[in-house]
């Protein structure tokens, strides 16, 4: 068994004890190969109970930061977001966008599920926010289906993503897959990249049920 497997068993009915997962949609995952899971952002606990609703590992990019502290503390943080699937990236700079791009791009050929918030960050208000399109390219230059998400209650349990979650319900709700193979070769067309980073983003809007503000989120934080 492979270590985020291994921790998967570990936590997982510890998260589900505490966290209540209600899980609508699973169904629609497929089995087997590349998968591209894409979802809103309202709290940190958001990549700690989503991967714990299905059966497959899913693998998802994090900051290189929650990998390089020093002390027992750090270690022992690193070795859990690794053990969870977390990939760390330096997302800091021009090249950190190319980056996260590549590790997910990575992951893909592998035949395996990668998750990716294409708002960026995490909402600063509950509402969902405007899609960067790097979710689009990920999609076209693979070829792997988009399976829409949403976390319903996260951040009723953890407000504002700081400080130790209370226990709750939650609800992880997944649409069903949805694929550009008609926009085969056109990874570098920036109008249809926005079209299908906006056709993701709608299915997540329906699934969430949030308000749509048509701004990126870190420029509504940095407001």
């Known amino acids: 068994m492979s270590r985020p497997a291994l921790m998967k068993a570990a936590l997982g009915p510890v998260l589900r004890l505490m966290f209540r997962p209600r899980v609508e949609g699973a169904e629609n995952i497929p089995g087997t190969g590349?998968?591209?899971?894409?979802?809103?952002?309202?709290t940190f606990i958001d990549s700690m109970i989503m991967p714990i609703c299905l059966d497959r590992q899913v693998f998802f990019i994090g900051k290189d930061e929650y990998v390089t502290g020093t002390g027992l503390k750090g270690r022992l943080m690193a070795w859990f977001f690794t053990s969870v699937g977390m990939i760390p990236v330096d997302r800091d700079g021009g090249r950190g966008g190319v980056a996260a791009l590549m590790t997910g791009r990575?992951?893909?050929?592998?035949?395996?599920?990668?998750?990716?918030?294409p708002e960026g960050t995490r909402s600063p208000d509950g509402r969902l926010y405007r899609g960067r399109t790097g979710i689009a390219r990920l999609t076209l230059m693979t070829g792997a289906p988009v399976v829409p998400f949403a976390m319903i209650g996260t951040d009723k349990l953890q407000p504002g993503g700081a400080g130790m979650p209370r226990p709750g319900r939650v609800t992880v709700r997944f649409g069903e897959p949805m694929e550009f193979s008609r926009y085969e070769g056109m990874d570098r067309d920036r109008y249809v990249l926005r079209a299908v980073t906006d056709s993701v983003m709608a299915e997540v809007m329906r699934l969430s049920g949030q308000e749509y503000v048509d701004m990126y989120a870190t420029k509504a934080k940095a407001a």
């Open 34 to 42: 590349p998968v591209i899971l894409a979802g809103n952002h309202l």
């Open 106 to 117: 990575r992951v893909l050929e592998e035949g395996k599920i990668f998750s990716i918030y």
